[in-house]
């Protein structure tokens, strides 16, 4: 059995705060780092408090982050980043604020584009396979059904 180093608050308190610092965290990522750490219930909740009071933590500014970097890079639609924020814990209001950073216009390009890409992809399909193939992967990617269907069927006017 491997033995693991128990660090002393004030040690967890500086790496923790260098974790922080390096990239917007939720509060489940810092709370399960400092259980990693050793240190028991009343010590991270401590820990945790100090780090937002420091704004050294902040789930309203992850939760922008987070939601501006996954439709950015990766292209996920509403769906899917909720349902990645749920999974870390985070609030409803600051799922909602994070939603707010990605403007309509550019998630509407985004959508017609990987629907574009797709529809393309699939030309040796029959119609209906075609249809369902495209629908499926979008939402696959987090876009609402009703704006896949308009999408498709701004693809089949064409």
Not at 109 to 115: F, G, M
Request: hydrophobic residues 35%; positive net charge; charged residues 30%.
């Amino acid at each position: 059995m491997i033995q693991r180093k128990v660090l002393t608050r004030e040690q967890a308190f500086q790496m923790i705060r260098h974790y922080c610092a390096y990239q917007e965290r939720c509060h489940s990522e810092v709370k399960e780092k400092l259980y990693g750490f050793g240190l028991h219930r009343n010590e991270v909740d401590g820990l945790l408090s100090e780090l937002i009071e420091n704004n050294y933590l902040n789930e309203e500014r992850f939760a922008c982050q987070y939601a501006g970097g996954k439709f950015r890079i990766n292209q996920w639609g509403r769906n899917k980043i909720v349902y990645a924020l749920r999974q870390k814990g985070v609030s409803t209001y600051c799922i909602n604020k994070g939603l707010k950073e990605i403007k309509e216009a550019d998630y509407d390009r985004v959508l017609l584009k990987l629907a574009t890409a797709k529809w393309s992809s699939l030309k040796s399909e029959q119609y209906l396979t075609r249809q369902a193939k495209a629908f499926a992967y979008l939402q696959q990617k987090g876009f609402e059904p009703n704006l896949i269907s308009a999408a498709i069927k701004r693809l089949k006017e064409k």
